[in-house]
């Protein structure tokens, strides 16, 4: 019997080894970030709310934000013995949940924590191999460490696993 | 003020205080809508981290319909109505049948019926905020979603994460004498907004 995923909450992050799985329930504008080492099989996700550290006046959670979050879990991952030159990423969410009628940047969250996250990834030397980005819709994530399938649940749609 | 969590108990008795004004406020207009006795419980004040409040409404997957709006002006804060998917049929049987059946999908005419209830109580609400304070509140137009709650709430709570890891939520029950209808109302105050609601009340 498989154990019970490891749940990473709003603002938090989370590591496992194989054979372990690691679930974000009702991800909307924000995105879960997947970290994965193919040789010792370990992942990481990072639960990130917002774009950028910087903007804010007091950091107190750095897992809340796409700068300081995945170099975060990049870290605790290097601390258990993954390789940065090895680890992948994989992400999801970013979506709108609420169509406001007025248009203002600064409620398209979604698209700007996707973003951030792409660029912090990149900054890091991480390659994104697989997304499931954007929409209006919340998704569930299951990260499998074993062999970094991440797979895709939205209401009333198909289940997805890129 | 820094961060909620510095709240004091004599604080959070006035802000639940307020809410109770303001949230008898909503009740009243909701059974003016809806021609229905609408009570509500004794509202809830918590201060929480992010993590822990989606568990207020049955879990983050739960599927909710929810409707979010924010206030701008001297007082910034968002406002979140949200209802279990199963109830707000209960709401659209009571506004649509004189006009024959109601249709069990969703459509665009209920999501503005939604949308006005959202606009009714926050309107409600807002009033009693703004007699007690003289605050100007200026709330800008519902914006809707139907989906899980962990998404609906992140995307209301984005709107204080930049300063905060905790929220004040507040939470109003209401209910319906026949049934049990558990709307919850969440007001999310920033924590500017804390202050001048707190000198206002006279505990700051």
């Not at chain 1, 996700?45 to 170099?71: E, F, R, W």
């Not at chain 2, 999310?188 to 804390?194: A, D, F, K, R, S």
Request: aromatic share 6%.
């Amino acid at each position: 019997m498989d154990r019970e995923p490891i749940k990473v909450g709003m603002a938090e992050m989370q590591t496992a080894a194989n054979p372990d799985r690691l679930i974000t329930i009702g991800l909307g504008s924000c995105v879960g970030v997947c970290l994965w080492d193919p040789i010792i099989k370990i992942g990481g996700m990072v639960h990130v709310m917002l774009p950028d550290s910087t903007q804010s006046k007091a950091v107190h959670n750095k897992a809340k934000y796409a700068d300081t979050g995945i170099v975060l879990l990049l870290n605790e991952m290097i601390n258990i013995g993954a390789k940065k030159g090895r680890i992948i990423a994989k992400i999801a969410g970013g979506a709108q949940m609420f169509n406001f009628s007025q248009k203002n940047e600064l409620l398209r969250i979604g698209d700007r924590n996707v973003e951030a996250v792409k660029k912090s990834l990149g900054e890091q030397g991480v390659r994104i191999t697989a997304e499931d980005t954007g929409g209006t819709y919340g998704r569930t994530i299951v990260f499998y460490t074993v062999d970094a399938q991440l797979l895709i649940r939205a209401v009333n749609q198909n289940l997805r696993i890129i | 003020m820094k961060d909620y969590i510095e709240l004091n108990s004599m604080q959070i008795d006035a802000i639940k205080e307020i809410s109770n004004i303001g949230a008898g406020n909503a009740a009243t207009s909701l059974s003016v809508m809806l021609n229905r006795k609408i009570d509500m419980t004794v509202p809830q004040a918590k201060i929480a981290p992010f993590s822990e409040i989606v568990d207020f409404v049955g879990g983050a997957d739960k599927e909710i319909v929810g409707g979010f709006l924010r206030v701008e002006g001297e007082m910034p804060m968002g406002i979140l109505f949200i209802l279990p998917k199963e109830q707000v049929m209960f709401f659209m049987e009571i506004l649509f049948s004189k006009h024959g059946p109601v249709s069990p999908d969703w459509n665009e005419m209920y999501e503005s019926a939604f949308k006005e209830i959202v606009n009714i109580l926050a309107g409600s609400y807002l009033n009693a905020m703004s007699m007690i304070t003289k605050a100007v509140l200026n709330p800008t137009v519902p914006a809707m979603a139907i989906d899980m709650a962990g998404a609906i709430l992140g995307e209301a709570l984005q709107q204080i994460g930049e300063v905060s890891d905790y929220a004040l939520v507040i939470e109003n029950v209401f209910i319906e004498e026949k049934q049990e209808i558990t709307g919850h109302f969440f007001l999310l105050p920033e924590p500017g907004t804390l202050e001048v609601l707190m000198k206002s009340l006279g505990v700051l």
